[in-house]
């Protein structure tokens, strides 16, 4: 076989099937995946904390398995995942990309961590977010501004967006996410990748997000097959957990053919300003299911933006809450988004939640309703590719076809699907816009159908193999002046607990 010139190219399944074979070595893979990620961390900053001397170490243990020296090989053995800095991991600090987050080490792994772990998985680094996961960019005080490999002066999105920045980099082979309003599909879409959000109660969230209907945890990869991967890992029932699906769902790979399906697609989800190339992309996109021999058509949603103030109301509730208490104590440590996010958990009336709960619950009746005529619906996942890389939705304007939208959620078309909980949904590359940046489109199931959406999902990918498993060109990005506000990042070693040495980027200047 000719391998690659840079194996840090490889899908994870590819690489599975080179390990087993023996024509690569898991010490060779991580080594060019660490190589890459030196080579690029510098302008990209998709990573918080770096673990590459553990990382390399554990690449060795994973060699001897394939050799037959020991245990057998488990799912996940040798591949780098890159975990998302939310979620825990035990001896290891968890900065939820906030100045006061502590850096002592956490005390317990997060479930679907630690099932990331014991699949084998060679943990070599956390990947950014905003500050506590509440903007769909990926800029912090903590952490300065994540970069989009395919174009520096964009974002990768958020809240994943360091996931979706390292895939697209070229830095890891796998990533996890989190999903409360789009936060694994949007980073997907801006960056060029795959993004599942499966269906609620499939995989583990933390408590009490657990019994957050919006908030769910899933896989970021390079192709459909990798994501489903990960995605079989991080699923099934756990007993400290009772909001987990039994038995678990293991996704087959089934490219059953779209012939005679019926597919439901939408622009604009009825009120959206969506920007032309997003729309091209997405033709092309739907052109591809027709030519699959999907039956398509066209519908009239009647959403508007009063959806997403219902969203919101949820989020603040939900969401904001949590860091509410922050305003009393440490309001000059937050970044201005994360600030106004917290406020507006005190704007909410126990008769808001009332009604957004009844919207919610006529959305999803309407929706699925209308789901019973069809297979699946099929969207844009962002209006446009990608805002600049240091939005803030919190002080800046936006506006999309000269029309002024909603700085949060405006060029976001996901978060109806964290409302409507129970239908899976998987954001897939559609192409890209003239400055380089990709675009996606979302393919969402009927409720808890996720293997019916996998399989469509392949028969797509399938038939165009040009738009999946893409890396950045980095070298020949040109990084934009500098923001007023940001330094040039400088790294910094610190001594963690057990002896292990995580590397740790750091802004040289606060956001203000």
Request: proline share 6%; charged share 20%.
């Amino acid at each position: 076989m000719n391998l690659p010139e840079e194996l840090h190219s490889l899908s994870a399944t590819e690489a599975l099937r080179l390990f087993h074979s023996r024509e690569v070595s898991p010490v060779e893979l991580t080594e060019a995946v660490i190589a890459r990620a030196e080579a690029t961390e510098p302008s990209i900053n998709a990573f918080s904390y770096r673990m590459f001397e553990d990382a390399l170490e554990n690449a060795q243990a994973a060699e001897a398995r394939y050799l037959g020296h020991g245990a057998k090989p488990r799912p996940l053995e040798g591949l780098t995942v890159a975990i998302k800095d939310s979620g825990h991991i035990r001896d290891m600090p968890t900065s939820a990309a906030s100045l006061t987050s502590s850096e002592a080490p956490q005390k317990e792994t997060s479930l679907v961590n630690e099932r990331v772990l014991k699949a084998g998985a060679i943990v070599h680094a956390r990947t950014t977010t905003p500050e506590f996961s509440c903007a769909a960019v990926t800029h912090s005080r903590k952490w300065g501004v994540t970069r989009n490999p395919w174009n520096f002066g964009y974002t990768p999105g958020g809240s994943s967006g360091g996931a979706g920045a390292a895939l697209a980099a070229g830095s890891t082979m796998l990533a996890t996410g989190s999903d409360i309003a789009g936060s694994i599909r949007i980073p997907a879409s801006c960056c060029g990748v795959v993004g599942l959000k499966p269906s609620r109660g499939r995989n583990p969230v933390d408590a009490p997000f657990n019994l957050d209907t919006y908030c769910h945890t899933g896989p970021l990869a390079r192709t459909v097959g990798d994501a489903m991967l990960l995605q079989n890992v991080l699923c099934g029932p756990d007993p400290t957990d009772p909001t987990l699906l039994s038995p678990k769902l293991t996704l087959k790979f089934n490219k059953s053919d779209l012939k005679d399906l019926k597919i439901a697609w939408s622009l604009d989800l009825g009120f959206y300003e969506v920007d032309q190339a997003v729309i091209e992309n997405t033709r092309s996109a739907l052109a591809t299911l027709s030519d699959l021999g999907a039956h398509l058509v066209e519908i009239d949603l009647p959403w508007d933006w009063q959806l997403n103030t219902t969203v919101m109301t949820h989020l603040s509730t939900n969401f904001a809450s949590s860091i509410a208490p922050m305003l009393n104590t440490e309001a000059d440590s937050l970044t201005s988004y994360a600030r106004q996010f917290a406020q507006s958990a005190s704007d909410i009336s126990a008769h808001d939640l009332r009604k957004a709960s009844m919207n919610t619950a006529r959305i999803g009746e309407a929706f699925c309703s209308l789901m019973e005529e069809f297979d699946f619906f099929v969207c844009p996942t962002t209006a446009i590719p990608a805002v600049p890389a240091s939005f803030d939705h919190s002080r800046d304007e936006l506006s999309i076809n000269g029309k002024v939208v909603p700085a949060m959620l405006g060029w976001v078309m996901t978060p109806v699907f964290n409302m409507l909980c129970t239908h899976p949904v998987i954001s897939l590359p559609s192409g890209h816009s003239s400055d380089g940046v990709p675009t996606g489109v979302q393919f969402v199931g009927r409720p808890y159908a996720d293997q019916e959406l996998i399989s469509a999902a392949l028969n797509y990918e399938n038939a165009r193999p040009d738009i999946f498993g893409c890396i950045a060109e980095i070298s020949k990005n040109k990084r934009p002046e500098k923001h007023a506000i940001f330094d040039k990042h400088k790294t910094q070693t610190i001594s963690a607990v057990l002896g292990q040495t995580i590397e740790v980027a750091k802004p040289g200047v606060d956001i203000v």
